[in-house]
Each structure stands twice: as structure tokens, then as C-alpha cells.
């Protein structure tokens, strides 16, 4: 169904902010053998277990031990209560994630006493079967293990800012206009090809360009969003922007 410069062109409603940030879920999976706690966790570690796995591997681990690796790492955060450790006012929970999972490597795995998964322990729905395939695919490059995280973590929150808006669309019947426009999020607006999109889409041009603006506009500010569930203060937001749009440009 062709999209059409009236109504449904109108700027895409945000949802209701989700009130539980990522800090919230590190306060709530800080709490002792609660079902909470385990959701709480499962939360974080589908949004951060690939960074970390990929960590891993950089730091020289077989695929297997990887897996092994991080499986048992964010098991260890609910077990060990790692995460009540965390504070959100002395810097940002990817931080304390990496510093966390660096520890583990020296104090638990190297010692020889880390638990293999699978072994009678709650399972954390990290997606490991398809770990190395994603891995396998990424091209090469001289990045330190710890630059690796970072670039990573850039990755999934844009990755994930996409999906949130796509969904977005989706729930009010505008996935269509999502799919034409969503290659317009990158690049010049002088290169993208507005006459095209309209003829595709059934509007006039200038209704594409306002849509796209949109498109752009919220884009921006679930961004914004996300990256601000990850910080101690408000204000922290614009330097994490800038720290991002620096990891991706390679600085």
C-alpha cells in the first residue's frame, strides 16, 4: 500500500518511555534469587553479550571457550551478585561491564575454577550458537581487544536504535515507508533519491523530504534514548554521542 502525504505522513508517536534504563536493571538484578533479577539479567545480557564474547575471542580464546567464557561470565554477575558492585555515578555500565568481564578472565577462568555451561546452572539466553558465524563474518582488522568492545557496543546500540524504530513504524501500519526510506538515515540529503521514493511510495517529493526529515528527527532521538539509559547524568549524554560517532570513525 502506497504511502500518501496526508495524515499518515505525520510524525511517528513515541511510546511511552520505558521507565527501566539500564541501570535500573542492574539495581534489579542485584537483588538476591528473584525472578526479577534473573529477567533483569537476561535483559542485559541480550543487549551486551556480543561485545563481550567478541572481547574474548580478541583476547585469544578458541570459539568454544568463548562461548564457555561468556556464558559463565554473566552467570558469575548473578550468582556473585557482581552487579550490586556497580555504580552508576562513577561511569558507564559498558565500562564496568568490560572491567568486570577482565577480572573474571584473571580471577576465575585462569584459575581453572570457572563452571562450564551447562552444568546444572540457570540458563542465560545469549544467543552463542551463532556467535562465531556473526564473528566469522566481520572483516579484519589491527583493533585492540578493547577497542573491538567498544566498536561493538557502537554497533548493537545503533543496531538497536534501528529495530526500535522500525518497530516503531510498524505498529502503525508504516512499515512500507520504513523499508523505502530507512537507506535515507545515511548520506548526504542531497544524494538520495527523492523523485524515485515518491514514485515508489505514491507522494510527492516534497512529502518524501518531510518524511525523511522525520525519519531522521526521531532516529536522532532514540538515539539519544538509549544512549542516556547507559549514563549516570543527563549531561553525560552529548559526550557519549560524541565518544560513539568517534569509536565508529575509527579515533
Request: glycine content about 6%; proline content about 4%; some cysteine.
Amino acid at each position: 500500500m502506497a504511502a500518501t502525504p496526508d495524515s499518515s505522513s505525520a510524525p511517528v508517536q513515541p511510546r511511552a518511555v520505558f521507565a527501566t534504563t539500564h541501570w535500573s536493571l542492574v539495581l534489579a538484578a542485584a537483588q538476591p534469587d528473584s525472578a526479577r533479577a534473573h529477567a533483569a539479567l537476561a535483559r542485559l545480557c541480550q543487549t551486551y553479550w556480543y561485545p563481550l564474547y567478541a572481547y574474548v575471542r580478541r583476547r585469544g580464546y578458541a570459539a568454544h571457550d568463548a562461548q564457555d567464557l561468556t556464558q559463565a561470565f554473566f552467570l558469575r554477575l548473578l550468582e556473585r551478585r557482581w552487579v550490586a558492585d556497580a555504580d552508576r555515578d562513577r561511569g558507564r555500565f559498558r565500562t564496568f561491564l568490560l572491567t568486570a568481564l577482565q577480572r573474571f578472565l584473571a580471577d576465575e577462568w585462569d584459575k581453572g575454577r570457572a563452571q562450564k555451561r551447562g552444568g546444572g546452572v540457570p540458563h542465560i539466553p545469549v544467543q552463542l550458537d551463532s556467535a562465531e558465524t556473526r564473528y566469522g563474518h566481520e572483516p579484519a582488522d589491527e583493533l585492540t581487544p578493547e577497542q573491538s568492545y567498544e566498536r561493538r557496543w557502537a554497533l548493537t546500540l545503533l543496531d538497536t536504535v534501528l529495530q526500535n524504530l522500525r518497530a516503531e513504524y510498524a505498529r502503525t501500519g508504516k512499515g512500507e515507508l520504513f523499508a523505502r526510506l530507512s537507506a535515507c538515515l545515511v548520506g548526504g540529503r542531497d544524494t538520495q533519491p527523492y523523485a524515485e521514493l515518491a514514485g515508489l511510495l505514491g507522494m510527492n517529493e516534497g512529502a518524501v523530504k518531510v518524511a525523511v526529515h522525520r525519519l531522521r528527527q526521531r532516529y536522532r532521538q532514540l538515539l539519544r534514548d538509549e544512549i542516556a539509559q547507559t549514563t549516570a547524568q543527563p549531561g553525560d549524554v552529548d559526550d557519549e554521542l560524541r565518544h560513539l560517532f568517534a569509536v565508529l570513525a575509527g579515533r
